[in-house]
């Protein structure tokens, strides 16, 4: 049952992408409701798919690819939902609502089910706090990632004194550098948490607070180059399209850490068949 919601909510968020850019492209409104509430019932019905399969595993879904895509897939939308009813951008819309269906569609290509028994490491009560605070802080960055980029066309727009209707539509360069500078602390707690919770969940699972497993290593390298970016912002006063072109670069690590790691290295956290011997994160 679950997986027809879950098809559902991709449908709606594919449909929703299509929406927004149409509505880019053609419209000269400057809100565009039909595709945020396409979000938000592809919201709904993701909601209700991961309820469901919460409930028909006993635990929280995140033992597996499938459910760490579904996640942070959902985490996206739950930010940009709450960002809408601020301030209804529909340039956010059509960031958000592509990359949540690229989450989903992805997803789709791993098993949901998970094809061994598992293992008793992933039964602990660390499972939901670790994933979820790397999960949480991989949503801020994709949010950031996305005022990054806005941030650097905006300028770019200006620069060329091309004051049309993308210019109009668009957040100011201030809101968007605000928004930035907001979100990372916030993003930037989170994945600390997430490190020192995963570190302390190997310590009761294998004795060892880290292993210097590919995921681990890649994890701190993210952290680092994230750390560097609050002294930036802080210390150094840094802001405007530095910044943007950082949360991009971060956001690439992100993926790569979340994603690519998993599926070019082997290590504690490397995919096995449809499942994993450990979560994604």
Same mark, same amino acid.
């Given at each position: 049952?679950?997986?027809?919601?879950?098809?559902?909510?991709?449908?709606?968020?594919?449909?929703?992408?299509?929406?927004?850019?149409?509505?880019?492209?053609?419209?000269?409104?400057?809100?565009?409701?039909?595709? &945020?509430?396409?979000?938000?019932?592809?919201?709904?019905?993701?909601?209700?798919?991961?309820?469901?399969?919460?409930?028909?595993?006993?635990?929280?879904?995140?033992?597996?690819?499938?459910?760490?895509?579904?996640?942070?897939?959902?985490?996206?939308?739950?930010?940009?939902?709450?960002?809408?009813?601020?301030?209804?951008?529909?340039?956010?819309?059509?960031?958000?609502?592509?990359?949540?269906?690229?989450?989903?569609?992805?997803?789709?290509?791993?098993?949901?089910?998970?094809?061994?028994?598992?293992?008793?490491?992933?039964?602990?009560?660390?499972?939901?706090?670790?994933?979820?605070?790397?999960?949480?802080?991989?949503?801020?960055?994709?949010?950031?990632?996305?005022?990054?980029?806005?941030?650097?066309?905006?300028?770019?727009?200006?620069?060329?004194?091309?004051?049309?209707? &993308?210019?109009?539509?668009?957040?100011?360069?201030?809101?968007?550098?605000?928004?930035?500078?907001?979100?990372?602390?916030?993003?930037?707690? &989170?994945?600390?948490?997430?490190?020192?919770?995963?570190?302390?969940?190997?310590?009761?699972?294998?004795?060892?607070?880290?292993?210097?497993?590919?995921?681990?290593?890649?994890?701190?390298?993210?952290?680092?180059?994230?750390?560097?970016?609050?002294?930036?912002?802080?210390?150094?006063?840094?802001?405007?399209?530095?910044?943007?072109?950082?949360?991009?670069?971060?956001?690439?690590?992100?993926?790569?850490?979340?994603?690519?790691?998993?599926?070019?290295?082997?290590?504690?956290?490397?995919?096995?068949?449809?499942?994993?011997?450990?979560?994604?994160?």
């Amino acid at each position: 049952m679950h997986l027809i919601f879950f098809k559902v909510a991709a449908i709606f968020y594919l449909i929703s992408s299509v929406i927004y850019v149409t509505f880019l492209l053609r419209s000269k409104g400057t809100r565009c409701l039909s595709g &945020f509430w396409f979000v938000i019932g592809g919201f709904l019905a993701h909601t209700i798919s991961i309820v469901h399969l919460f409930i028909a595993q006993g635990f929280l879904p995140m033992a597996t690819a499938f459910d760490a895509l579904s996640l942070f897939a959902w985490l996206v939308v739950a930010i940009f939902t709450v960002l809408q009813f601020r301030d209804p951008n529909p340039v956010l819309g059509a960031m958000a609502a592509p990359i949540a269906a690229v989450l989903m569609l992805t997803a789709s290509t791993f098993s949901y089910q998970i094809t061994q028994p598992i293992v008793p490491v992933l039964r602990s009560w660390w499972l939901p706090i670790h994933v979820s605070f790397a999960l949480a802080g991989n949503a801020v960055f994709t949010i950031m990632a996305m005022a990054g980029a806005m941030y650097i066309f905006q300028e770019r727009l200006i620069k060329r004194k091309k004051i049309g209707r &993308f210019h109009r539509i668009l957040p100011s360069l201030e809101t968007l550098d605000t928004l930035n500078r907001r979100a990372l602390p916030i993003g930037f707690f &989170f994945l600390t948490l997430g490190i020192i919770s995963g570190a302390l969940w190997a310590s009761s699972a294998w004795g060892s607070y880290w292993n210097w497993d590919p995921k681990e290593t890649w994890s701190l390298i993210t952290w680092f180059a994230y750390a560097a970016m609050v002294h930036q912002r802080l210390a150094l006063g840094w802001r405007g399209k530095k910044a943007a072109m950082l949360a991009l670069v971060g956001f690439v690590l992100v993926m790569f850490t979340f994603v690519g790691v998993s599926l070019l290295f082997s290590g504690h956290h490397s995919f096995v068949g449809g499942s994993m011997r450990t979560p994604l994160i």
